[in-house]
């Protein structure tokens, strides 16, 4: 089974790329939480578990991660892009 793990850094606005930003500006949120991505995960189709005590290796403190399941045919890029544009359909934006 293919897991595929995604940090608040990749959708996080006030990181660059050089800090683990993965998309593009203009699919950025402020202060992504890990709710919020499961949630852009399961409306992308994919199941999502929550891991709050995870921290991103170019961050210290701990904002947790989504394990997504399910992604054997998808490349990781194209569901941190699908997850990014469904995070600024959530929030509104």
Excluded: C, H, W
Aim: net charge negative; charged share 30%.
């Amino acid at each position: 089974m293919v897991e595929n793990v995604l940090y608040p850094a990749y959708f996080d606005a006030a990181l660059t790329r050089a800090e683990g930003r993965r998309v593009p500006e203009d699919l950025a949120v402020s202060e992504p939480t890990v709710d919020e991505i499961a949630q852009a995960v399961q409306q992308v189709g994919y199941d999502a578990k929550i891991e709050r005590d995870k921290t991103y290796s170019r961050e210290y403190e701990p904002r947790g991660r989504v394990v997504v399941t399910g992604t054997e045919e998808t490349a990781k890029n194209d569901l941190v892009q699908a997850v990014g544009a469904y995070l600024g359909v959530i929030r509104g934006d």
